[in-house]
């Protein structure tokens, strides 16, 4: 919980973000054997093995674990070479601008679609300029941010693809896993994310160069003792981190299976109040359904989003406003490049909408039910 936020969850709120956790027993073993063993970090045998079943699973050649994925993002912008001006959301968590701005890389944001919450590809176009180098993609919510349509724009203007998939562990796009597009794609095990390590993450790539460059800058551009090659930085993960997301990989479906029913519990509970709109996810593909995100229409639902927000709290229900106020409203964007909101109004517009609320494996019918009775019950 960082200082900025409300307040931190007590014991007995219903609050977002609680991890999904597999068998403990499975993971004290690993923990044990780590002790014994005595190889704590510098691609250890859990590491190795982590990447080989992330790399399978997303039907990948390569997949190089990190130990975040604000830093996966930025191995990947510095090992692709991205310079100039890099096209993205402003509807997005700050990671994918910081990641971008911490490497002197200028974040141009661009407007999203209303029903996807994505990047609208046609806005994409008409940010490029001379000196856009890349564009920046975020599957938000685990929904696909147009693969087909960024692929096409991108090869087009000769522009390096990126993916930020920090959202879409185990999502599909016309039955391809998301992980497997663009040059590169970014994954975030952060402890609130459907799959998690505690904090990690992993680049995934098909491309033998890239995978290497990648492997090099994370271990501070080492090719072997006392021979650096690259400019560098420590992105490992360590033993431990692995183990627990081994572990956690051995419980997914359960994590998966828990979300979806969530999801249909709240679209149950929710579907039918006028003002308020469930996002949907496309039935025919693999969804995560880690994110139960609301808009909320002041006009037809008669109080808005942080009136919403406020009396959940105050009833023990630790929503978020997540990705409010959209990047180019924080610092340093808000100030260096304070324009960019005339660019974006489908962003202001949602990012003034949405509320997401509790889900995860922790979360029973009961609890869904209780946080809709009190959302119905605000009603004026
Ligand atoms: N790109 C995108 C699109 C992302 O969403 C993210 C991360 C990234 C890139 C960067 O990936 P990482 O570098 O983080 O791997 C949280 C997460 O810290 C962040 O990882 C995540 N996105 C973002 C969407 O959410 P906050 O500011 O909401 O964190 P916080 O501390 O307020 O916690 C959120 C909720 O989770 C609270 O209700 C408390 C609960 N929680 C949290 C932790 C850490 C728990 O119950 N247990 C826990 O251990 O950012």
Redesign the pocket.
């Given at each position: 919980?960082?200082q900025w936020?409300d307040r931190k969850?007590l014991p007995g709120d219903l609050?977002?973000?609680?991890?999904n956790i597999g068998d403990r027993s499975r993971f004290l073993e690993r923990i044990n054997r780590i002790l014994d063993v005595r190889w704590l970090t510098n691609n250890g045998q859990y590491v190795v093995e982590l990447e080989d079943r992330i790399a399978t699973l997303h039907g990948v050649k390569h997949c190089v674990a990190v130990c975040?994925?604000?830093v996966g993002?930025g191995i990947a912008i510095r090992a692709l070479g991205i310079e100039g001006e890099a096209i993205l959301p402003s509807y997005?968590?700050i990671?994918?601008a910081h990641a971008l701005m911490w490497q002197g890389i200028k974040p141009v944001f661009c407007d999203i679609d209303e029903r996807t919450h994505n990047l609208n590809p046609e806005k994409v176009e008409s940010r490029i300029t001379s000196a856009t180098t890349a564009i920046v993609g975020?599957h938000?919510w685990g929904r696909p941010c147009v693969p087909d349509e960024l692929t096409d724009i991108a090869a087009t203007h000769g522009l390096q693809l990126l993916f930020?998939a920090?959202?879409a562990f185990g999502c599909t796009y016309r039955g391809r896993t998301i992980g497997s597009f663009g040059d590169v794609e970014v994954l975030?095990?952060?402890?609130?994310k459907i799959f998690n390590t505690a904090?990690g993450?992993a680049i995934l790539t098909n491309r033998d160069d890239l995978a290497e460059k990648m492997r090099l800058i994370r271990d501070f551009g080492f090719a072997g003792y006392d021979n650096v090659v690259h400019l560098g930085i420590n992105g490992k993960m360590n033993e431990f981190c692995a183990a627990l997301g081994l572990t956690n990989l051995e419980s997914l479906d359960r994590f998966i299976d828990a979300n979806r029913r969530n999801y249909n519990c709240y679209r149950e509970e929710l579907e039918h109040l006028p003002g308020l709109k469930l996002i949907d996810f496309n039935e025919e593909e693999k969804n995560n359904w880690q994110y139960i995100v609301v808009e909320i229409d002041e006009k037809k639902f008669g109080i808005n989003r942080d009136d919403m927000i406020r009396i959940l709290n105050q009833n023990h229900v630790?929503a978020?406003k997540?990705f409010w106020p959209g990047c180019h409203r924080m610092e340093p964007y808000r100030t260096l490049y304070p324009e960019s909101g005339k660019h974006l109004p489908v962003t202001e517009c949602v990012a003034a909408r949405v509320l997401v609320l509790p889900t995860g494996s922790e979360t029973s019918e009961l609890n869904i039910m209780k946080i809709c009775s009190i959302i119905r019950d605000s009603i004026p």
């Amino acid at each position: 919980m960082n200082q900025w936020n409300d307040r931190k969850p007590l014991p007995g709120d219903l609050h977002v973000g609680k991890p999904n956790i597999g068998d403990r027993s499975r993971f004290l073993e690993r923990i044990n054997r780590i002790l014994d063993v005595r190889w704590l970090t510098n691609n250890g045998q859990y590491v190795v093995e982590l990447e080989d079943r992330i790399a399978t699973l997303h039907g990948v050649k390569h997949c190089v674990a990190v130990c975040n994925g604000t830093v996966g993002l930025g191995i990947a912008i510095r090992a692709l070479g991205i310079e100039g001006e890099a096209i993205l959301p402003s509807y997005t968590f700050i990671a994918t601008a910081h990641a971008l701005m911490w490497q002197g890389i200028k974040p141009v944001f661009c407007d999203i679609d209303e029903r996807t919450h994505n990047l609208n590809p046609e806005k994409v176009e008409s940010r490029i300029t001379s000196a856009t180098t890349a564009i920046v993609g975020v599957h938000l919510w685990g929904r696909p941010c147009v693969p087909d349509e960024l692929t096409d724009i991108a090869a087009t203007h000769g522009l390096q693809l990126l993916f930020d998939a920090a959202h879409a562990f185990g999502c599909t796009y016309r039955g391809r896993t998301i992980g497997s597009f663009g040059d590169v794609e970014v994954l975030s095990f952060h402890a609130t994310k459907i799959f998690n390590t505690a904090e990690g993450g992993a680049i995934l790539t098909n491309r033998d160069d890239l995978a290497e460059k990648m492997r090099l800058i994370r271990d501070f551009g080492f090719a072997g003792y006392d021979n650096v090659v690259h400019l560098g930085i420590n992105g490992k993960m360590n033993e431990f981190c692995a183990a627990l997301g081994l572990t956690n990989l051995e419980s997914l479906d359960r994590f998966i299976d828990a979300n979806r029913r969530n999801y249909n519990c709240y679209r149950e509970e929710l579907e039918h109040l006028p003002g308020l709109k469930l996002i949907d996810f496309n039935e025919e593909e693999k969804n995560n359904w880690q994110y139960i995100v609301v808009e909320i229409d002041e006009k037809k639902f008669g109080i808005n989003r942080d009136d919403m927000i406020r009396i959940l709290n105050q009833n023990h229900v630790l929503a978020r406003k997540y990705f409010w106020p959209g990047c180019h409203r924080m610092e340093p964007y808000r100030t260096l490049y304070p324009e960019s909101g005339k660019h974006l109004p489908v962003t202001e517009c949602v990012a003034a909408r949405v509320l997401v609320l509790p889900t995860g494996s922790e979360t029973s019918e009961l609890n869904i039910m209780k946080i809709c009775s009190i959302i119905r019950d605000s009603i004026p």
